[in-house]
């Protein structure tokens, strides 16, 4: 099947840093990418869409000077969440597009401390 | 109203039970159809993806579409304590494009 991993899978930064977590798609090449934000016990939440060698698109309310998106290539995007707060604090999940499908990545556990 | 319903739960059935797992939509442009499944502190797993109306098994899961109610099932035969996870229904419009999420629904199997 077809496999999306991210890194890392969880890190700890201090407030005022900036954290950068990478999602590949290992197997296939995925022209869409997709990041979620995610609380406890609550479904995903769209923050943008990724799309190679063009602007991400971002869901209303998401600022994206604090999440910038990069997809820099069919296999690679990643979210760096900048001038990170406490606030930031969540699980991020990316997940890439296989044709009609969505195939998620494992996930990133972000605290900021 | 949400675009996408799924009853929270949580659901909790002994082993080897059948579970039978539901949303609703609103949305008449949606096409495509799937299932995940996400362990606590995981990434949602691809389960099933059905496109249109219509039923899809794979082992002991099946999925069912009905496009003329905006209603789609997932059903979990002889059901194991590792089945236990939250189960979440998506679908889109087209091909490609963000996926509306259910809240997911969480289940226990009980051995």
């Known amino acids: 099947g077809a496999v999306v991993s991210q890194h890392p899978s969880w890190v700890i930064c201090k407030s005022g840093t900036s954290v950068k977590i990478e999602c590949r798609s290992l197997d296939f090449q995925a022209t869409t990418m997709f990041w979620y934000r995610q609380f406890p016990k609550q479904s995903l939440m769209l923050m943008a869409t990724?799309?190679?060698?063009?602007?991400?698109?971002?869901e209303q309310g998401v600022e994206k000077d604090k999440f910038l998106i990069n997809h820099a290539s069919l296999t690679l995007s990643t979210l760096t969440v900048t001038s990170a707060h406490p606030e930031d604090s969540s699980f991020y999940i990316c997940?890439?597009?296989?044709?009609?499908?969505?195939?998620f990545g494992p996930g990133t556990r972000l605290t900021v401390t | 109203q949400k675009e996408v319903e799924q009853d929270p739960g949580p659901l909790s059935v002994p082993e080897g039970a059948i579970v039978s797992l539901n949303c609703t939509y609103s949305?008449?442009?949606?096409?495509?159809f799937m299932w995940y499944r996400q362990y606590s502190r995981k990434g949602p797993e691809l389960l099933m993806y059905t496109y249109s109306s219509g039923n899809k098994e794979d082992g002991r899961f099946t999925a069912q579409v009905d496009k003329s109610s905006k209603y789609i099932s997932l059903f979990i035969r002889d059901s194991q304590p590792s089945d236990s996870a939250t189960y979440l229904c998506?679908?889109?419009?087209?091909?490609?494009?963000?996926?509306?999420f259910g809240e997911g629904t969480q289940l226990t199997v009980n051995p």
């Open positions: 990724s799309n190679e060698g063009s602007k991400a698109t971002y």
């Open positions: 997940s890439a597009g296989l044709e009609a499908e969505q195939y």
């Open positions: 998506a679908m889109s419009g087209t091909s490609g494009s963000r996926l509306t």
């Open positions: 949305n008449s442009a949606f096409q495509y």
